[in-house]
């Protein structure tokens, strides 16, 4: 069983700081990409930031300069770091990692989303 496991959500005022972490755990051989998407109420899952297991990063534009992904491949952990935070960044938060296991299936797995609000 893989599973990842999120933590680090909140409520913070605007213009505070949240880091959000997630790991990946279970019979794992490989991790490929592995990223935050977010979902505000009445809309569309949305990618947030994604990081490869080079540590190549891609950010949506209306993060970009504010929030910052991280990698530690030797503990399966990736981290959100969210600085500058507004309104509108307000959503669930989940994490997501293209998994290869120990049988060498490919796997797509989510955590379970962790709350962010952000109060104006």
């Known amino acids: 069983q893989v599973q990842l496991v999120e933590s680090g959500g909140g409520l913070v005022q605007a213009g505070g700081s949240l880091r959000l972490s997630c790991t990946a755990s279970?019979?794992?051989?490989?991790?490929?990409?592995m990223g935050w998407y977010r979902q505000a109420p009445g809309k569309q899952r949305e990618l947030v930031a994604r990081i490869t297991s080079d540590g190549s990063t891609g950010y949506a534009d209306d993060v970009k300069g504010r929030f910052t992904i991280s990698r530690d491949n030797a503990k399966n952990t990736i981290n959100l770091q969210m600085n500058s935070l507004k309104p509108e960044d307000s959503a669930v938060y989940y994490c997501?990692?293209?998994?290869?296991?120990?049988?060498?299936?490919?796997?797509?797995?989510w955590g379970q989303g962790t709350q962010v609000t952000v109060s104006s």
């Open positions: 279970g019979r794992i051989s490989r991790i490929n990409h």
């Open positions: 997501n990692a293209q998994i290869v296991d120990i049988a060498r299936s490919s796997l797509d797995r």
